[in-house]
């Protein structure tokens, strides 16, 4: 009897050792994802590739905020965030009318981020209401669940209109290297206010 009794208390701590770290991964995987509309944004504080800290909710309260998480440096910079940045850019008088701040979010290991990232930038003129700001060892890429973490990435490239209370009004997260968020649909979602 005593045996039995010693197989089932083992078998026991077997199964609620296998539930409890069934629940601690599911509630780590939930903690992980994505904003989706109706979400409020995590708060984050990042560094300016000039250098000045950014926090997110000071730049909420001076309007809404267009957030754009590129691939940063994936072993070469990602010819589509180039491309995603220069159609943004291109549209910056439109951003600037709606009041809205642009930022860019270049994640990447913490050794030579700053240089790499201002290799992106080099021979672009950003106006005062673009920033990037840098993702030094995907810190803020794993809090916001778009941490790419297979070879050759970094985050999965996304969009996110926020309003003043970091409310998200649009969210649009690639799982591959195409299918960006269009700079028209982020006008719209900043227009419906």
Do not use: I
């Not at 940063?72 to 159609?87: D, H, M, S, V, W």
């Not at 860019?104 to 201002?118: D, N, S």
């Not at 790419?148 to 799982?175: H, I």
């Amino acid at each position: 009897m005593l045996k039995y009794m010693l197989r089932l208390a083992t078998a026991t701590k077997g199964l609620l050792a296998a539930v409890f770290a069934t629940v601690a991964v599911g509630a780590s995987a939930a903690a992980e994802k994505p904003p989706a509309v109706g979400d409020q944004a995590k708060d984050f504080e990042l560094t300016a590739l000039g250098g000045d800290a950014v926090k997110l909710s000071k730049l909420t309260e001076a309007g809404p905020v267009v957030l754009v998480v590129l691939r940063g440096y994936p072993g070469y910079q990602c010819p589509l965030c180039t491309r995603q940045a220069g159609e943004f850019l291109g549209k910056a008088d439109e951003f600037k009318a709606a009041g809205a701040k642009v930022v860019l979010v270049y994640p990447g290991p913490a050794e030579k981020l700053k240089e790499r990232a201002g290799e992106f930038v080099k021979g672009k003129d950003y106006p005062d209401h673009f920033q990037l700001l840098l993702d030094p060892d995907y810190t803020f890429t794993t809090a916001y669940g778009l941490r790419w973490d297979a070879k050759n990435e970094t985050a999965y490239p996304a969009t996110f209109v926020l309003d003043g209370k970091r409310a998200v009004r649009f969210a649009k997260v690639s799982t591959g290297h195409g299918d960006r968020a269009k700079v028209a649909d982020v006008l719209k979602a900043l227009a419906a206010k």
